[in-house]
């Protein structure tokens, strides 16, 4: 198993251009989400999915958009990329809940966004 | 807001315990205690959860208080690896969402 796979690792933008992250899982998870990182803060989730066709916001999803048609991959695109969007971007997923007996979310390397 | 309260930071010997202390004192019946840590800029890694029992693995144990106010990971013999930033995350237990603080940064001496 690959895991949770993320691309691109490392991305430079500028200010008003629109990119894709990708996000692939191969575990055949029903949950799948989006969090980023800003420097020394914890992580603050983007968007999630419960499963395919299945959306919805989380805490900051103001300028990001996502969608799943299928179960394993959760793209997070950029519509028009700002400074403030410079961050790490983590995707993680995990089984249905009840599936497992932890629960846990497993994680992808992270994708580093610079907007200048 | 936060659901949990770490120290910012805390240090420790190699090959001693390290014991972090986690607070959550609102904490609801139905909701569980989980511990992540992520090490430099990695993605974040899951260490162990537990509703009120003590509970044991691999990797490290979790005391939660009788009153579930408060717990503690016990990473019983740090090494230099187990260097990272260690979150404490308090989860509702039909809620796949995880709400992470700004955690305890743990450095292992030599």
């Known amino acids: 198993n690959a895991g949770v796979t993320q691309t691109p690792k490392f991305q430079v933008l500028k200010t008003g251009q629109s990119m894709t992250l990708q996000c692939a899982q191969d575990m055949n998870h029903e949950y799948m989400s989006w969090y980023r990182q800003d420097p020394g803060m914890g992580l603050r989730l983007i968007h999630y999915?419960?499963?395919?066709?299945?959306?919805d916001q989380g805490e900051v999803p103001n300028g990001y958009n996502v969608s799943r048609s299928t179960t394993e991959d959760f793209p997070l695109r950029l519509l028009s990329a700002a400074p403030s969007q410079t961050s790490v971007y983590f995707c993680a997923s995990s089984y249905r809940l009840g599936q497992t007996n932890t629960g846990e979310l497993f994680f992808g390397e992270g994708s580093r966004l610079t907007v200048l | 807001d936060a659901k949990t309260t770490q120290p910012p930071s805390m240090d420790c010997a190699e090959g001693r315990a390290a014991n972090l202390p986690c607070n959550h004192s609102?904490?609801?019946?139905?909701?569980?205690v989980y511990w992540y840590r992520q090490i430099h800029s990695q993605g974040p890694q899951y260490i162990i959860h537990g509703l009120k029992n003590n509970e044991t693995n691999e990797m490290a144990s979790l005391i939660i208080t009788e009153d579930r106010k408060s717990s503690t990971l016990i990473l019983p013999h740090a090494t230099l690896r187990d260097t990272a930033v260690y979150y404490c995350?308090?989860?509702?237990?039909?809620?796949?969402?995880?709400?992470f603080g700004a955690g305890t940064t743990v450095t292992v001496r030599a």
């Open positions: 999915s419960v499963g395919a066709g299945i959306t």
């Open positions: 609102t904490i609801s019946g139905n909701e569980y």
């Open positions: 995350i308090v989860r509702v237990a039909n809620d796949y969402k995880l709400s």
